[in-house]
């Protein structure tokens, strides 16, 4: 069970990771970039998605100090929901208009 717990983590560290260079740079991966209209939501999404699912992997290994499973499953499960929304939200809400495309007539 250790094994199943820590290849979590592993990947939570890694959708972390992507979370923020996504942030800082705007890069995506490209099996997503067709789809993503809003880069920092999805950004968002993938770092509140690791770091729940990092918290759950420390909670299993006791690094961090026990709570009860009623707290860390329903923390968990709220960041978890929270970033998946923040990632399909990225994918549905459409592209945002920049001041600097205003029309050029001025009006």
Do not use: C, K
């Amino acid at each position: 069970m250790a094994w199943i717990a820590g290849t979590g983590a592993f990947l939570g560290l890694l959708a972390i990771a992507l979370g923020i260079v996504t942030l800082r740079t705007g890069w995506i991966l490209p099996t997503a970039r067709r789809h993503v209209t809003r880069p920092r939501l999805h950004g968002l999404g993938g770092l509140l998605t690791g770091t729940s699912v990092v918290l759950q992997g420390f909670f299993y290994f006791r690094v961090l100090p026990r709570v009860s499973w009623e707290a860390g499953f329903f923390v968990g499960n709220a960041l978890l929901f929270a970033g998946l929304l923040l990632i399909v939200l990225s994918q549905m809400l459409p592209l945002r208009r920049s001041q600097d495309h205003t029309d050029p007539s001025g009006v």
